[in-house]
């Protein structure tokens, strides 16, 4: 017996037909192999397939990591001057960025669970998304601007050093533990609402706004902003920096949220067992008795070709009772 394969399906002799014939009181009726196996597909296959996505929409989902790395090359620009400037010790210098990886070592496994597991109506990632994304912001308002609200906090000249090293470290190290961490949801969300067609050309995307968002930041901290219009406006060049950060990172977080919607996990769910299961054969009226219908659910699996045996199994047992027929 040969069994079906995607380049050489199996079919009846067309001497068959449409072979309806009796046999002991009952009717048999073998159609075209096709209709096998396009019940197989609607069932098996098309279950466990997101809908494709449109550019549009792929794009709007990859600008958050524009965002990110452009405030993650303002961070690599002036984090430096700004430990000088408060006067941070040499020899705490490793320790800042010791403490975001040591971090994200110990948290994220257990969010990243925690986050598979979300029933947020809102869906499984946005909602760590959108937490991770307002700590960033946190993270680079106290970084670039911690030093400032300290002189207007704190009177005491003494003290002011050292809260404004306190509130600057902490702006760093929150900064960096968010914007390590968001990356992890960004990519499950994408993989959760995108085919796998859609799943290769939307890191394609991230990857290309990743550079660009790493280009425009750096040559955004290159400017001398401190002489300008903008400058004399808000105060310094910190400020403008930070000005610039906050607007193009908040504008890309809503635009990422906002850009594929996400099932819920518990509508997911329901929806699933919801969903009649299509047989793999056409039901044929035997008496009044169903011949050939499937009563199991088939699983939901990706595709591949434990499906296609299906498909063989089931031409093989309808042409083995053909030939027993026609030898009797």
């Known amino acids: 017996m040969t069994l079906l394969t995607e ?12 072979y309806t014939s009796t046999v002991k009181g ?3 009726d073998c159609g075209p192999n096709s209709d096998y196996v396009d019940a197989t597909e609607g069932s098996v296959f098309m279950a466990v397939e997101p809908l494709r996505r449109s550019r549009g929409r792929l794009i709007m989902h990859a600008m958050v990591m524009f965002g990110r790395e452009f405030c993650y090359a303002v961070e690599a620009a002036f984090v430096t001057p ?9 020899s705490l210098y490793s320790l800042v960025w010791l403490i975001s990886p040591v971090l994200g070592f110990v948290l994220q496994p257990v969010i990243g669970s925690a986050s598979d597991y979300c029933r947020s109506p809102w869906g499984r990632r946005r909602p760590y998304i959108l937490t991770l994304g307002v700590m960033m912001l946190v993270g680079i308002s106290l970084f670039l601007n911690g030093d400032a609200l300290v002189s207007v906090l704190v009177q005491n000249i003494g003290w002011k050093r050292t809260w404004s090293i ?14 390590d961490f968001i990356d992890g949801p960004v990519k499950a969300y994408l993989f959760d609402v995108c085919s796998y067609q ?4 939307g890191l394609h995307y991230h990857a290309l706004l990743t550079g660009l968002g790493g280009a425009c930041g750096y040559l955004t901290g290159a400017m001398d902003w401190g002489h300008s219009a903008l400058g004399a406006l808000l105060g310094s060049e910190y400020q403008v920096i930070y000005f610039f950060s906050a607007i ?4 890309f977080l809503t635009v990422h949220l906002f850009s594929i919607p996400e099932k819920p996990l518990g509508k997911q769910h329901s929806n699933e067992q919801l969903v009649p299961s299509a047989p793999l054969l056409q039901p044929t009226v035997m008496n009044g008795s169903s011949y050939g ?9 990706p595709r591949s070709f434990s499906a296609l045996s ?6 093989s047992a309808q042409s083995s009772r053909v030939m027993r027929y026609r030898r009797g």
């Open 293 to 301: 219908a499937v009563t199991k659910e088939p699983d939901l699996r």
């Open 166 to 179: 306190v509130v600057v470290m902490f702006g760093v190290v929150m900064f960096d533990f968010s914007a």
């Open 248 to 251: 193009t990172w908040g504008f």
């Open 26 to 28: 009952h009717s048999m």
């Open 198 to 201: 859609d799943k290769e050309r």
């Open 7 to 18: 380049e050489k399906p199996y079919k009846f002799p067309e001497d068959l037909g449409s």
């Open 310 to 315: 299906e498909a063989n199994s089931v031409t």
């Open 82 to 90: 700004v430990l000088l400037s408060v006067g941070l010790p040499r």
